[in-house]
């Protein structure tokens, strides 16, 4: 199955869980005070990190010189808000055409037990192969979190997967000089979040 293929398929998914999770009363998008979010003034999300790309380099904020960052939170087994993020983070980085080139997408995990860098690697490839898969110890994606004011916590379910994560879900841009410049819902359209970035890239 080609990339693309794949990446409908996981986004149609998605949608499907989504529909039965808002039906069912079931779905959570945030956890405590993730929809405050706008509330906190830029300079107070963000800073420097340390964590593993997906082929293993260790890398940190300062590891794409130049290029603006845009980062998402989640995880590989993600059954609903992960993949419909970075389908229409996807969807962005083809309506910006040659201006992705000044774009960095990042994916970071919060379940480093699970999400390996090859875990990653073949996960984001789903979607689009410029996006690069973070991972770290616990302690060091706990302080890329923070750093981000991303909320995350583990949670027991039924079945062979044991448990799932609950997890907030912005996706956010960064500046080449570390500075939040805006930040998305994951159900922001590809289309509209390109357009946002446009202005930011045509900055520097």
């Known amino acids: 199955m ?4 794949r990446r409908a398929v996981l986004i149609l998914a998605a949608g499907l869980a989504l529909l039965a999770a808002a039906l069912g009363g ?7 005070g993730g929809a405050r979010l706008a509330e906190v003034a830029g300079p107070q999300i963000g800073g420097p990190f340390a964590l593993t790309d997906q ?10 010189p130049g290029r603006h960052l845009l980062l998402f939170f989640g995880f590989t087994h993600c059954p609903d808000v992960c993949p419909l993020a970075l389908g229409e983070v996807s ?3 083809d309506a910006l055409g040659p201006a992705a080139a000044k774009l960095q997408p990042l994916f970071v995990t919060v379940d480093p037990e699970r999400d390996t860098p090859a875990a990653l690697k073949d996960y984001v490839s789903a979607f689009d192969d410029r996006i690069v898969g973070l991972t770290g110890t616990a302690e060091e994606i706990a302080a890329a979190a923070r750093a981000y004011r991303v909320y995350y916590k583990k949670a027991p379910v039924q079945g062979a997967l044991g448990y799932t994560m609950d997890h907030s879900a912005f996706v956010y841009l960064v500046s080449p000089q570390g500075k939040l410049e805006a930040f998305f819902t994951h159900e922001t359209k590809g289309a509209a979040m390109a357009e946002k970035i446009k202005g930011f890239l045509a900055k520097g």
């Open 2 to 5: 080609t990339a693309p293929a």
């Open 91 to 93: 969807v962005a980085l």
């Open 26 to 32: 079931l779905y959570v998008m945030g956890g405590p």
């Open 55 to 64: 082929d293993g380099r260790r890398v940190s904020e300062q590891s794409w």
